[in-house]
């Protein structure tokens, strides 16, 4: 069709009656005389119409756009995240334009409602229910411990031992090999709180270093068992552990299935025993903790007649005490010193040999990547509480003598970054000749260094030397080297 001369589309005419607006609008521009500006440009009234339109789309742009802003506002206000918009609004956006979200700030968000907050907590317990550990009682339990891998290199007079503890007399082959036997599996539980404020805690670790060396004969052995209740200033604890005048030990991979420096200067033996501590505040910077409490020793000789071995008494009570001073000064310096005592009888062979002991042990930290820490015992009959054996020697069916016996041990740490650190440690413990028959430990001295690095947070690379040496009453002293490669994973 052809208006004021020129073709014009069907499609165009039928749009402009379908908007009786833009009808009567054309109508009443039609009555007015065209202004000076569109006489200059030469515009018909088709062009206007034209520009109406154009105008109109525009003002649909918009209006999607704000539509889109209104539901990224409200999917805020709600905690939620925004839908995708519907696909008239995405296409009404046309390409390269900057999105509402993009081109306008964005909203604050706004608290999520009551009722909203309550149901996303229902859903987070009910998720939790699905993966949390408990006992029949409700109580929370953690698992933990390190599967430890040890490859180890043994000198001649090692004994046969995976990690000797002395050093044999008689010599033998070279030994290597590798174990998990080490390993250990661990619960930790949280427990209820009872009178006077205090919180049940408690804590069960176990190994693999019972039965043989063979990797197809581990059993599994109990290593410590404590439940402790635990006031402000007070400490009651019942369980199985490391004697109480000896509760340090040094850091090391390659001997776990004992304590580093057993019979070097470590009592160690983990023995049934109950204790109380109580702690007192010497201002901010300073105070004293003391325990008290009664410990099974563990009684054993290897040097009775064989008739008479029957006749020792294999456990026996005594009384332990140990009181730490600690003091904190500058930023990480710290120091604790605590003296201690052990006093029990053992009975054997119908004689009551006495064992008392007199202890110290110690952590010295002047700055925060150097700790020095160490034992030391003197006294006499120390073999029940984990020393070196022996503890009483049977001479004869008439006369038994307890063994006078001076030990100890100290390590020197050195933390050369987050992740790699580094110990020295050495001790001794050396028996009296006199209370001693022919062919019995007179010393025995072990030192080693070693470096473990963390490859990650719960992952421990772990290399280690160490030499033991031992003397023997009446014969020559042997020695043997150790060395060992660990790789443990914590969990």
Same mark, same amino acid.
């Given at each position: 069709?052809?208006?004021?001369?020129?073709?014009?589309?069907?499609?165009?005419?039928?749009?402009?009656?379908?908007?009786?607006?833009?009808?009567?609008?054309?109508?009443?521009?039609?009555?007015?005389?065209?202004?000076?500006?569109?006489?200059?440009?030469?515009?018909?009234?088709?062009?206007?119409?034209?520009?109406?339109?154009?105008?109109?789309?525009?003002?649909?742009?918009?209006?999607?756009?704000?539509?889109?802003?209104?539901?990224?506002?409200?999917?805020?206000?709600?905690?939620?995240?925004?839908?995708?918009?519907?696909?008239?609004?995405?296409?009404?956006?046309?390409?390269?334009?900057?999105?509402?979200?993009?081109?306008?700030?964005?909203?604050?968000?706004?608290?999520?409602?009551?009722?909203?907050?309550?149901?996303?907590?229902?859903?987070?317990?009910?998720?939790?229910?699905?993966?949390?550990?408990?006992?029949?009682?409700?109580?929370?339990? $953690?698992?933990?411990?390190?599967?430890?891998?040890?490859?180890?290199?043994?000198?001649?007079?090692?004994?046969?031992?995976?990690?000797?503890?002395?050093?044999?007399?008689?010599?033998?082959?070279?030994?290597?090999?590798?174990?998990?036997?080490?390993?250990?599996?661990?619960?930790?539980?949280?427990?209820?709180?009872?009178?006077?404020?205090?919180?049940?805690?408690?804590?069960?670790?176990?190994?693999?270093?019972?039965?043989?060396?063979?990797?197809?004969?581990?059993?599994?052995?109990?290593?410590?068992? $404590?439940?402790?209740?635990?006031?402000?200033?007070?400490?009651?604890?019942?369980?199985?552990?490391?004697?109480?005048?000896?509760?340090?030990?040094?850091?090391?991979?390659?001997?776990?299935?004992?304590?580093?420096?057993?019979?070097?200067?470590?009592?160690?033996?983990?023995?049934?025993?109950?204790?109380?501590?109580?702690?007192?505040?010497?201002?901010?910077?300073?105070?004293?903790?003391?325990?008290?409490?009664?410990?099974?020793?563990?009684?054993?000789?290897?040097?009775?007649?064989?008739?008479?071995?029957?006749?020792?008494?294999?456990?026996?009570?005594?009384?332990?005490?140990?009181?730490?001073?600690?003091?904190?000064?500058?930023?990480?310096?710290?120091?604790?010193?605590?003296?201690?005592?052990?006093?029990?009888?053992?009975?054997?062979?119908?004689?009551?040999?006495?064992?008392?002991?007199?202890? $110290?042990?110690?952590?010295?930290?002047?700055?925060?990547?150097?700790?020095?820490?160490?034992?030391?015992?003197?006294?006499?009959?120390?073999?029940?509480?984990?020393?070196?054996?022996?503890?009483?020697?049977?001479?004869?069916?008439?006369?038994?003598?307890?063994?006078?016996?001076?030990?100890?041990?100290?390590?020197?740490?050195?933390?050369?970054?987050?992740?790699?650190?580094?110990?020295?440690?050495?001790?001794?413990?050396?028996?009296?000749?006199?209370?001693?028959?022919?062919?019995?430990?007179?010393?025995?001295?072990?030192?080693?260094?070693?470096?473990?690095?963390?490859?990650?947070?719960?992952?421990?690379?772990?290399?280690?030397?160490?030499?033991?040496? $031992?003397?023997?009453?009446?014969?020559?002293?042997?020695?043997?080297?150790?060395?060992?490669?660990?790789?443990?994973?914590?969990?």
């Amino acid at each position: 069709m052809r208006i004021n001369g020129k073709s014009v589309p069907l499609c165009l005419i039928l749009l402009g009656w379908s908007f009786p607006g833009l009808s009567s609008a054309q109508a009443q521009r039609s009555q007015e005389p065209p202004s000076q500006e569109s006489r200059s440009k030469g515009k018909t009234d088709l062009q206007l119409i034209l520009e109406r339109l154009d105008r109109l789309e525009q003002e649909n742009r918009d209006l999607a756009a704000q539509v889109s802003a209104l539901r990224t506002e409200l999917a805020a206000a709600r905690g939620v995240a925004p839908s995708n918009p519907p696909a008239a609004v995405a296409q009404a956006t046309p390409a390269g334009t900057p999105s509402p979200d993009a081109a306008s700030p964005a909203p604050q968000t706004a608290s999520a409602p009551v009722e909203e907050r309550v149901a996303v907590q229902e859903q987070r317990t009910a998720d939790l229910e699905q993966t949390k550990v408990e006992t029949a009682h409700r109580l929370p339990v $953690t698992l933990t411990g390190m599967v430890l891998f040890n490859s180890f290199l043994n000198g001649r007079y090692s004994g046969g031992y995976e990690y000797p503890l002395t050093a044999s007399p008689v010599s033998g082959a070279s030994g290597s090999g590798a174990t998990l036997s080490q390993s250990i599996l661990g619960l930790t539980f949280q427990g209820p709180r009872i009178f006077g404020g205090g919180v049940v805690s408690g804590q069960l670790h176990m190994d693999f270093w019972g039965g043989s060396s063979s990797s197809l004969n581990h059993l599994i052995r109990l290593r410590v068992a $404590t439940v402790s209740i635990d006031w402000k200033n007070q400490s009651l604890t019942i369980g199985q552990d490391k004697p109480i005048v000896s509760p340090r030990d040094p850091t090391s991979l390659a001997q776990v299935a004992y304590a580093p420096l057993t019979y070097a200067g470590n009592p160690w033996f983990w023995q049934p025993q109950i204790r109380f501590e109580q702690r007192v505040a010497l201002g901010a910077n300073s105070g004293i903790r003391a325990r008290l409490g009664v410990y099974e020793t563990s009684e054993s000789t290897s040097n009775a007649i064989a008739e008479y071995a029957n006749y020792v008494a294999s456990a026996r009570p005594s009384l332990e005490g140990r009181f730490e001073l600690w003091h904190k000064f500058g930023k990480d310096g710290r120091i604790e010193i605590a003296p201690g005592f052990h006093t029990s009888q053992t009975h054997a062979f119908g004689y009551s040999i006495p064992s008392r002991l007199f202890t $110290t042990d110690w952590l010295i930290q002047p700055v925060a990547k150097v700790q020095l820490t160490g034992m030391f015992f003197t006294g006499q009959d120390a073999s029940g509480i984990g020393a070196l054996p022996d503890g009483f020697t049977l001479f004869s069916p008439y006369r038994i003598t307890a063994v006078d016996t001076t030990g100890g041990w100290t390590q020197l740490s050195f933390l050369a970054t987050q992740r790699l650190t580094f110990n020295i440690f050495g001790g001794q413990e050396s028996h009296s000749p006199i209370d001693l028959l022919a062919g019995e430990i007179t010393r025995n001295f072990e030192y080693a260094g070693n470096a473990i690095y963390k490859l990650g947070s719960n992952v421990v690379l772990g290399i280690e030397a160490a030499q033991v040496r $031992t003397s023997f009453l009446q014969q020559s002293g042997q020695l043997v080297n150790h060395y060992d490669a660990a790789l443990g994973y914590l969990f």
